[in-house]
Nanobody
């Protein structure tokens, strides 16, 4: 597996989680995408080796989600605060060997590499 996510858990409303994705290959662009029940996959944020950060946080997630990249470890993290039940879903790490393009977040199928996902469940 080239991308492995971790950190998903069952938490209560208002809690926090930090998701991590470790890559076994050196991808220029790494991103977080989530899939919540009943909705299409939603690109959240991406960061590439130039430190360019793109985000497409919906109004419901803005201010609560932050992406981090550890270049030495080929890892990205997603810090999620003030979790809500509507954040419940599978969070995927995705990657591309080219530099991040902002529009890829609108069309997550643009990323050719995917992890298996990590489940986040938020109870009220």
């Amino acid at each position: 597996d080239q991308l492995v996510e971790s950190g998903g858990a069952a938490v209560q409303r208002g809690g926090s989680l930090r998701l991590s994705c470790t890559a076994s290959d050196a991808f220029r662009c790494m991103a977080w995408v989530r899939e919540v029940p009943g909705k299409e996959r939603e690109g959240l944020a991406s960061v590439d080796k130039t430190s360019a950060v793109y985000s497409d946080f919906a109004r419901s997630t803005k201010g609560r989600f932050t992406i981090f990249r550890d270049y030495g470890e080929n890892r990205i993290d997603l810090q999620i605060n003030a979790l809500r039940p509507e954040d419940t879903g599978i969070y995927y790490c995705a990657a591309h060997k080219w530099y991040c393009q902002s529009y890829w977040l609108k069309s997550p199928s643009s990323y050719p590499y995917w992890g298996k996902g990590t489940q986040v469940t938020v109870s009220s």
